[in-house]
């Protein structure tokens, strides 16, 4: 099985996994190499394991951030539902 980020990312094949040496967010709770995710943060708060279990999926700020990089990632989470 996939090891998927909150917001759906497939940490084991993410290029930032070796690029970058990431652990995935729930491994380092959502303080990446480039600062602190907003989504990871929100599923936090919502005590929530990722996006697909919110009653707002896909939200606004799944959808930008697909748009922009990783677009299979609400796919990935309709998948996990």
């Not at 917001?7 to 290029?15: F, L, N, V, Y």
């Not at 996994?17 to 380092?28: D, L, R, S």
């Not at 943060?41 to 990783?70: I, R």
Request: aromatic share 8%; net charge neutral.
């Amino acid at each position: 099985m996939a090891n998927y980020s909150a917001c759906g990312i497939d940490c084991d094949i993410c290029k930032f996994k070796e690029e970058m040496n990431c652990k995935g967010c729930k491994e380092i709770k959502g303080k990446v190499f480039w600062g602190e995710c907003e989504l990871y943060q929100c599923n936090c708060k919502k005590e929530q394991e990722h996006c697909g279990k919110c009653n707002q999926f896909p939200c606004d700020k799944l959808k930008e951030w697909a748009s922009k990089e990783n677009p299979e990632r609400i796919d990935n989470l309709k998948n996990l539902m």
